[in-house]
């Protein structure tokens, strides 16, 4: 098959990663694979197969774009890839692209990443929504939570596949190296991600646990207000931004437990991530749904969004019982049956040579 992305960047983040690791799979297994990226400069964050083919658009300024010609170039490139499938994660590009192939027979799927009911919420991307619920040949969703969000006429041409993982470079987790003092979260500085509520909390763990340390990696536009707040608490030797790091995986291989508090996601890669190293997890209940599903069947404690005395007793639960905090992590282990990436890159590719043969 010949399959497109169309993607606004390939720069750090969960839907460039998922693109990145379908990719490389997929031009492993003898299929061409394209992606046109509409909104930036910059090389891909992750690695890509050199099979992989990489094309920008041409016309693309920081201060705007102009719809028409890109509408235009994502047609030409299109054509020019004689495409099966082209498959868009964004909302407001899948909008474009299905713009840009109107009167085409060719198969558009999108795939919704994030909380469709605290993202894309202006006039603008709620017209983008329109256009791709009308458009889309079928729709992908990662949680039964966030499908429930669509009309039911959506519902009826979605699927829902999880992220895929590439467990080859999942670092194996010793027990004998484990720091039970040290506590992790990553995830971007940003509003979404609630890292203040994790300071919060740790600052009431940290009144019984004296010894216990938390690393938060990721970069963002809280950085500072995060940093003031941990100076305020007088944690500045107990919490720790430790910045983005491209192996982070193995910095946090021998952490005790990872702690992950947004208000809403989409499904979470780090804690995907942190359960296939059999870490002990911890989640808000964060909407639609992602982390609960995660962490059921007794693979991590769910606590509720933005409840920071409840956030501190899961976490003195696993400080206080080590034998419980390891049966959570060796369930959570269990997840790497699920998300593997080659049994999820094959999901894909049998949804997809079902639409391109007519059926949804």
């Given amino acids: 098959m010949k399959l497109v992305f169309i993607t606004p960047g390939m720069t750090f983040g969960g839907a460039e990663r998922v693109i990145s690791i379908l990719s490389n799979i997929w031009c492993d297994m003898g299929h061409d694979v394209s992606i046109f990226i ?103 969703f990662q949680t039964e939570g966030a499908k429930q969000c669509y009309s039911k006429k959506v519902q009826r041409k979605s699927s829902i596949i999880l992220n895929p993982v590439e467990l080859s470079r999942i670092p194996e987790r010793k027990k004998e190296d484990i720091n039970y003092s040290e506590i992790v979260t990553v995830a971007r500085l940003e509003p979404q991600k609630n890292q203040e509520l994790l300071i919060d909390a740790f600052n009431i763990v940290s009144n019984k ?38 192996d982070v995986l193995n910095w946090i291989k021998e952490s005790y437990c990872f702690v992950l508090t947004s208000d809403f996601e989409g499904l979470p890669n780090s804690l995907i991530e942190a359960m296939c190293m059999g870490i002990p997890c911890i989640s808000t209940d964060c909407s639609p749904g992602g982390a609960r599903q995660l962490l059921s069947d007794d693979r991590g404690l769910i606590v509720p969004c933005g409840d920071k005395e409840r956030l501190a007793e899961a976490i003195n639960i696993y400080l206080e019982n080590k034998d419980i905090a390891a049966q959570y992590g060796q369930a959570a282990y269990g997840l790497r049956k699920e998300i593997d990436c080659n049994k999820v890159a094959k999901e894909w590719l049998k949804l997809m040579e079902k639409i391109v043969r007519g059926e949804n």
């Fill in 209 to 246: 646990h004296k010894d216990v340390v938390l690393k938060i990696f990721g970069e963002g536009s809280l950085k500072k207000k995060l940093q003031n707040r941990i100076d305020e608490l007088g944690l500045k030797d107990k919490v720790y931004l430790m910045g983005t790091k491209s």
């Fill in 38 to 140: 509409t909104s930036s400069d910059k090389p891909s964050a992750y690695r890509l197969n050199e099979k992989v083919k990489v094309e920008y658009y041409d016309d693309y300024r920081v201060d705007g774009v102009s719809h028409f010609k890109l509408i235009s170039s994502i047609r030409d490139f299109v054509d020019k890839e004689n495409s099966d499938c082209v498959l868009s994660f964004m909302n407001d590009v899948c909008a474009y692209t299905i713009l840009s192939l109107t009167g085409k027979n060719i198969p558009i799927i999108y795939s919704e990443r994030n909380d469709p009911n605290k993202t894309n919420q202006s006039k603008v991307d709620k017209i983008f929504r329109k256009i791709v619920e009308f458009g889309a040949s079928h729709i992908v």
